[in-house]
């Protein structure tokens, strides 16, 4: 593979990574939940309605999954509206 190959497949890669944590972010703002890219839109930063730290999403294995170290779970982004549901449950505190 030649460098702009490399350099397209790897573009490529991050635009779809992006596009990952969109559709989870929109998802969580349907629900009411406050998310926004962070990190060079490589992580979404869950804010929680009331006080206390915010969780912190990113992807994992390939961007098969999202990963949320503070809940300690993995969710497959094939089915952001699932992994919504749960990051919505555990901000609230419910």
Do not use: C, I, W
């Given at each position: 593979?030649?460098?702009?190959a490399?350099?397209?497949?790897?573009?490529?890669?991050r635009w779809?990574a992006?596009?990952k944590?969109?559709?989870?972010?929109?998802?969580?703002?349907?629900?009411g939940i406050?998310?926004?890219?962070?990190?060079?839109?490589?992580?979404?930063?869950?804010?929680r309605?009331k006080?206390?730290?915010p969780?912190?999403?990113v992807?994992?294995?390939?961007?098969?999954?999202y990963v949320c170290?503070?809940a300690?779970?993995?969710?497959?982004?094939n089915?952001?509206?699932a992994a919504?549901?749960?990051?919505?449950?555990?901000v609230?505190?419910?």
């Open positions: 593979m030649t460098s702009s490399a350099e397209l497949a790897a573009d490529v890669m779809d992006e596009r944590l969109e559709r989870l972010r929109d998802r969580l703002a349907a629900l406050n998310a926004e890219l962070r990190d060079n839109n490589s992580a979404l930063m869950v804010h309605p006080d206390g730290l969780l912190h999403v992807l994992k294995f390939r961007a098969a999954y170290q503070e300690d779970e993995r969710y497959p982004t089915d952001p509206e919504a549901e749960v990051l919505a449950y555990h609230r505190g419910r």
